[in-house]
């Protein structure tokens, strides 16, 4: 993943077996600034993967994390400085 990685775009990633993410990457879940709740799944495949305490804080909160915090969470299981 790189660039903004964001509401299913994340959900979906986290369903997988592997998630490897750019150093760039922004990873969050906006969709309740509009009123919304993740509909891709992802308060089940995130919270599988970093517990539900993290996934409520990004679901509540609107905020992105960075992937070094996402690496440090178990969001992603590796984090490169470029696609080579």
């Known amino acids: 993943m790189h660039g903004q990685v964001l509401g299913s775009g994340l959900e979906m ?4 077996g592997r998630v490897t993410a750019h ?3 922004r990873l969050g879940l906006p969709e309740l600034s509009v009123g919304l709740v ?3 799944g992802g308060t089940y495949s ?7 305490w ?3 804080y990004l679901v509540l909160s609107g905020h992105s ?3 070094s915090t996402a690496l440090e969470w178990g969001l992603v ?3 490169v ?3 080579g």
């Open 54 to 56: 993290r996934s409520a």
């Open 81 to 83: 400085d470029d696609a």
């Open 13 to 16: 990633a986290a369903y997988c």
């Open 65 to 67: 994390i960075d992937a």
């Open 38 to 40: 993740p509909g891709a």
């Open 23 to 25: 150093r760039d990457a």
């Open 46 to 52: 995130i919270s599988r993967r970093i517990g539900r």
């Open 77 to 79: 299981d590796d984090v």
